[in-house]
């Protein structure tokens, strides 16, 4: 089969592709061949080693979100069977590759109406949504919530996570047709973050209140920002962060708001079961709908890393092996 992998941390040309010998289930564990890959924020900072807690030991193969078929199954593995249509949850030996192996747990079933490039763009974009709307924020239908960078993948997950709870939806995305896809994936009003005054148009939406949820995908440009546009009780959740903010705390006092920090990999598995509900019957039902902006071989993995590291990208970028 067919891998990327990676020998030493580094920029994205340290993503090699290579022939190595097909993979063979052991117990309780599934081998998936791959039709489609997702990649993530985090697959880079993993490449380049700086993921912290979760730097990954040499060499190894990047990437926990695919989707394709079942191709054997391991002793005592009784949920699936050659030829189910999966997407994974993690994978045991990266997803970046023709072929897969995944424990028992590391896999949901993919429905017929969903392909497979948008099933490698379910797991990490959809679960991180839902995680911090729901069960860090707690938003109610009543509240306006406010999705920076909305455009990307999770934010397009929030867009539509949120608009079928009944929230109201302030996206920021950087561009007009970044706007123009946020409106078609849930927006009720779209920003331009580019844009000086988006604070005081955000502001302007809610007729001065502010809003009670801001999603912040990029904290250490905006989160200062943040306080100033949150209603009384509001509760920003950081998501991402590339580098230190200074803020003024006195901002939080005023209104008795919270600023909480996630990570998808610490969620509880009673939790992480609901997550996996509730995407499954979002994606069933047809109210979710991953978008993909960009279909890449999986070649060509370095530009793809290229191109998630870059701002202003527009929904999931997918490698097919």
């Known amino acids: 089969?067919?891998?990327?992998?990676?020998?030493?941390?580094?920029?994205?040309?340290?993503?090699?592709?290579?022939?190595?010998?097909?993979?063979?289930?052991g117990p309780g564990e599934v081998l998936v061949r791959v039709h489609a890959a997702g990649v993530n924020p985090y697959d880079a900072y993993m490449r380049s080693g700086q993921?912290?807690?979760?730097?990954?030991?040499?060499?190894?193969?990047?990437?926990?979100?695919a989707a394709g078929i079942v191709e054997a199954v391991g002793s005592g593995v009784t949920e699936y069977a050659p030829g189910d249509r999966v997407?994974?949850?993690?994978?045991?030996?990266?997803?970046?590759?023709?072929?897969?192996?995944?424990?028992?747990?590391?896999l949901?079933?993919?429905?017929?109406?969903?392909?497979?490039?948008?099933?490698?763009?379910?797991?990490?974009?959809?679960?991180?949504?839902?995680?911090?709307?729901?069960?860090?924020?707690?938003?109610?239908?009543?509240?306006?919530?406010?999705?920076?960078?909305?455009?990307?993948?999770?934010?397009i997950a929030a867009l539509q996570f949120a608009r079928a709870a009944g929230l109201t939806i302030i996206g920021t995305a950087g561009s007009e047709a970044g706007m123009q896809l946020i409106r078609e994936h849930g927006a009720h009003h779209a920003v331009n973050h580019g844009e000086g005054e988006h604070a005081k148009r955000v502001l302007g939406l809610t007729d001065g209140r502010g809003v009670n949820v801001i999603l912040e995908m990029l904290a250490n440009i905006n989160l200062s920002q943040d306080l100033q546009m949150l209603a009384a009780g509001g509760r920003v959740v950081v998501i991402g962060s590339r580098g230190n903010v200074e803020i003024t705390p006195r901002d939080l006092m005023l209104r008795d708001a919270s600023i909480t920090g996630m990570m998808l990999w610490n969620v509880p598995p009673l939790e992480l079961a609901r997550i996996n509900r509730a995407v499954g019957a979002g994606?069933?039902?047809?109210?979710?709908?991953?978008?993909?902006?960009?279909?890449?071989?999986?070649?060509e993995a370095a530009q793809a890393h290229q191109r998630i590291s870059q701002r202003g990208s527009h929904g999931k970028i997918i490698l097919v092996p």
Not at 114 to 124: I, K, M, P, R, T
Not at 285 to 294: D, K, M, Q, T, W
């Open 1 to 25: 089969m067919k891998r990327i992998r990676v020998y030493e941390f580094g920029g994205p040309e340290v993503l090699k592709l290579e022939d190595a010998t097909d993979p063979h289930p």
């Open 51 to 65: 993921y912290g807690a979760r730097t990954p030991i040499l060499p190894f193969t990047p990437g926990s979100d």
């Open 87 to 106: 997407y994974t949850t993690g994978t045991l030996t990266g997803a970046y590759a023709e072929l897969t192996l995944c424990g028992r747990t590391q």
């Open 108 to 155: 949901q079933p993919l429905p017929s109406q969903v392909g497979f490039s948008e099933g490698a763009g379910v797991y990490v974009p959809y679960a991180t949504a839902y995680r911090a709307l729901f069960q860090i924020a707690r938003a109610v239908p009543t509240d306006t919530a406010l999705v920076h960078g909305a455009s990307g993948g999770v934010g």
């Open 283 to 299: 994606l069933e039902s047809g109210y979710l709908r991953p978008y993909v902006g960009a279909r890449l071989p999986l070649a």
